[in-house]
């Protein structure tokens, strides 16, 4: 962990606490989707891993994920600086 002379976290380590938040947040979310394509719609097994892959990488779906992501981390920070 990055300390400054007074004892206190950098404003780097927020960052890289933000982008790893954010990060995980996206993976959990297309790692649901592609999960459904197999489970849910059953289509992914008869098509395959590239097909299933393809269809869920959009660019509607990455704009949910990040958007997501970015309100997940905001709560997550707000309720970490509140306790």
Known sequence: MLL???GTTTG???IWRAIIEVGFIVFLFYANLLMGEFERSGIGREMGLAWALA???TLGNFAI??????IGHIIFAFLRNRL
């Not at 994920?65 to 970015?70: D, F, P, T, V």
């Open 12 to 14: 780097m380590n927020a």
């Open 65 to 70: 994920a990040i958007s997501a992501a970015l």
């Open 4 to 6: 400054s002379r007074e």
């Open 55 to 57: 269809d869920i990488m």
